[in-house]
């Protein structure tokens, strides 16, 4: 018996399809950027990002504003401070150096000039030491670039003999005004005093006011009043 063996038919032949112009291109383009995409995203990042900084860099800066103004508030109330602790030990010596005078130096800046004798400055020779030092605080010129004046404290023993100088020291810096009153025994506030006047040696109480410069127009004003427990009319 005859067996047919069927050949197989023969496969279609593949075709491809003509290359259209530009398909290249496109798939280089959609497998990454252009330049012009990239220094576009680049010029956006970078706007954010100094948005973001902007802020960042106002609370740096209002930080450290806030840290200077603790700073200079600070140095005022400890100026005044110790000026109180001097004022507290003034005591009469007799003789024309050790008398309590306050001159009012106003010129260009409210300044006033003091001058007492303590028992509770702060010694600054070495060697034997004078229960009493004469202390005067004076107010001067600063830098030409400086913002304010300078409080200068000058001390020498009471014992000193004639013609030795007084020993000064910068007590700070930014002064815009350096004002003292005093209240010799009752009725008004004198910017200008001396021993002596109405029979008092040494005043009731004393008024001090300092105003350091910040760059603004309405600085902060210290004020601290003192009672002298030597102060007012000698007692009958």
């Known amino acids: 018996m005859a067996v047919s063996i069927a050949e197989p038919a023969p496969r279609p032949s593949a075709t491809r399809a003509p290359a259209t112009p530009g398909t290249g291109r496109r798939a280089s383009r959609e497998a990454g950027f252009t330049l012009l995409e990239l220094l576009v995203s680049l010029t956006i990042v970078a706007i954010l990002a100094l948005a973001q900084a902007a802020p960042f860099q106002r609370t740096l800066s209002s930080r450290e504003h806030a840290e200077q103004a603790m700073e200079r508030s600070n140095a005022a109330r400890l100026t005044l401070q110790r000026l109180a602790e001097e004022l507290s030990g003034a005591v009469p010596l007799p003789g ?12 260009d800046r409210p300044a006033s000039e003091l001058s007492f004798t303590t028992t509770t400055a702060r010694k600054v020779r070495a060697g ?109």
């Open 96 to 107: 024309e150096r050790g008398r309590f005078v306050l001159i009012d130096r106003t010129f």
């Open 128 to 236: 034997p030491q004078d229960p009493f030092e004469i202390v005067r605080y004076r107010v001067e010129a600063g830098e030409p670039d400086a913002r304010g004046a300078l409080l200068v404290k000058e001390q020498l023993p009471s014992v000193a003999t004639e013609g030795t100088p007084f020993t000064a020291n910068v007590v700070l810096e930014d002064v815009a005004a350096f004002t003292v009153r005093v209240l010799p025994d009752r009725g008004e506030w004198l910017a200008t005093w001396q021993s002596g006047e109405g029979g008092v040696r040494i005043p009731r109480a004393v008024e001090l006011q300092l105003t350091l410069a910040d760059g603004s127009a309405d600085p902060p004003v210290y004020r601290l009043l003192v009672d002298l427990p030597m102060g007012g009319s000698p007692k009958s």
